[in-house]
């Protein structure tokens, strides 16, 4: 053996992380996310042309790398039946009530009507009883009984309690859900991201997360001091501990929530890698990075109004296209699906259908690994892995993230991407996000870098030539190596007993 090759054969084997490196193409990358979030798309928002296009795209780079269809129809698209609420923000209120006192609230400006199901978007009133934060709420209704006529006021987003408490609700009779979001920036968020249309699947899904038979509004600053202005609530309530029983708050809410419904077809795209082991090819990783955003929404101070989703979520489209391209050349031995869903901006709806409602049985499904934590502008030595918790793939994506001398953090799993349905339903699923440590950034260059790349659904989020594409490859590279690991371990990952699904 020539020294030299030997010297590189040690490498290798020294650091196994370098020859994967090697199979992520970063041009791909930069290409197609290039494509994904040019203006022509305008913001691939659910169910639009724009999306359809990107699907198109998604699908005929399926095609180049010689994917197998799994849709019905032999294309790469899976449909999904969504049902579009358009809100009609002049004639939905708000009104809080207090003896003779009443305040009226503006829909789109001091309150959110939330996403929900078919049961979601009708007037609703009652009784406000404050329940605390979601964490605390079913102790606080322990012995409440029914909740006929009541409408319960929650401190803070439900987030993956509502999974529980929702059906609880429904079952004893609540009138509908006020979410307080007390501080204004982040009522802001809600009102940009949540645009004017809610979206559910017109399909049995089993969401009471996103898709709750229970109208929820999420009230601002203004409405939440008309409902607690003068109310027993103690302090430490309001900073977030939780209640003891919930306190009625001496007023009253009428909500009437307009709608306009039409039905919105659209599809998740997918294509499988078949393994290269009979003996394992009948079991599948899932590698999901949802390719719809925003679409066209508020205006920024620009007056930019195009929602282009570079980094959220194009950049995971380009991964998964760039980690299918490099399991192409070397398959792993169980088969690989690389799924695409839409609707993850309006609640998760393609990857929760897809889950109710599987091209491939989830019985067969071993793991999912989500890719949709934005676009580090510099190698991350620090990785984060929600879920990760939950099953062993934790142990695995630690293993893999340390042989490269980073650092890691195991979280637990909530319902923010893609992987959460599939998680409730049994299967080990794990999300990697980017930690905020990157590879030889000061502090200052650190800040400069956030200032200019880090536009979380901003219209400012775009795709630009000199962005530098060196943490996506990281990023990428990582999905890559921990997809094969466990496509090529001798046992399926299973989940953590403390795992909640
Ligand atoms: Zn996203």
Redesign the pocket.
């Given at each position: 053996m020539k020294p030299l090759l030997r010297a590189l054969l040690a490498t290798a084997l020294l650091f196994p992380g370098a020859a994967a490196a090697q199979r992520i193409d970063t041009m791909e990358i930069r290409a197609s996310t290039f494509f994904l979030s040019s203006d022509l798309l305008q913001g691939r928002g659910t169910g639009t042309p724009g999306e359809r296009v990107a699907a198109l795209y998604l699908s005929s780079e399926l095609q180049r790398l010689g994917l197998q269809p799994q849709g019905p129809d032999g294309s790469y698209l899976l449909p999904v039946p969504l049902i579009a609420a358009h809100i009609d923000d002049d004639a939905t209120r708000l009104v809080v009530r207090r003896g003779a006192d009443s305040t009226a609230f503006v829909s789109g400006r001091d309150f959110v009507v939330n996403t929900g199901g078919a049961g979601a978007f009708h007037d609703f009133g009652g009784e406000a009883l404050l329940v605390g934060s979601a964490e605390g709420a079913a102790r606080a209704l322990a012995g409440a009984g029914s909740l006929r006529g009541k409408v319960l006021v929650t401190l803070g987003p439900l987030g993956g309690d509502a999974r529980s408490l929702i059906p609880d609700w429904i079952r004893r009779g609540a009138a509908g859900v006020v979410v307080l979001i007390p501080d204004p920036g982040t009522l802001a968020l809600y009102i940009r991201s949540r645009g004017d249309t809610r979206y559910y699947a017109d399909a049995a899904v089993d969401d009471p997360v996103w898709q709750p038979d229970l109208p929820v509004l999420l009230a601002g600053p203004a409405a939440a001091r008309a409902l607690l202005a003068d109310a027993a609530v103690p302090d430490s309530v309001l900073r977030g501990k939780a209640l003891a029983t919930a306190v009625p708050l001496g007023r009253s809410l009428d909500a009437s929530i307009r709608v306009a419904l039409r039905d919105v077809p659209t599809a998740n795209v997918a294509g499988l890698l078949p393994g290269r082991d009979p003996a394992l090819r009948d079991e599948i990783v899932v590698f999901t990075a949802?390719y719809d955003h925003l679409g066209i929404s508020t205006p920024d101070a620009r007056g930019d109004s195009i929602y282009n989703g570079f980094s959220?979520?194009a950049a995971g489209d380009g991964m998964l296209l760039a980690i299918a391209e490099a399991m192409v050349r070397d398959r792993p031995a169980r088969s690989v699906l690389f799924l695409f869903p839409t609707g993850?901006?309006r609640g998760l709806l393609g990857s929760t259908y897809y889950a109710a409602h599987p091209a491939l049985p989830l019985a067969r499904t071993i793991a999912v690994i989500n890719l949709?934590a934005g676009a580090p502008p510099a190698p991350p030595t620090e990785w984060r892995f929600a879920a990760g918790a939950s099953s062993s793939l934790g142990e695995t994506a630690s293993r893999i993230t340390r042989s490269h001398g980073w650092k890691v953090v195991l979280g637990g799993a909530s319902p923010n991407?893609d992987y959460w349905p599939f998680l409730q339903r049994g299967v080990p699923s794990i999300f990697i996000v980017p930690g905020g440590e990157w590879e030889g950034v000061t502090p200052a260059e650190k800040a400069r870098l956030l200032a200019r790349w880090e536009h979380y659904h901003e219209p400012a989020d775009e795709w630009a030539p000199d962005f530098p594409f060196a943490g996506l490859r990281r990023y990428a590279e990582l999905g890559l190596e921990l997809g094969r690991a466990v496509a090529d371990a001798p046992a399926r990952p299973t989940l953590s007993a403390t795992a909640t699904p």
């Open positions: 949802h959220d979520n993850e901006e949709d991407s």
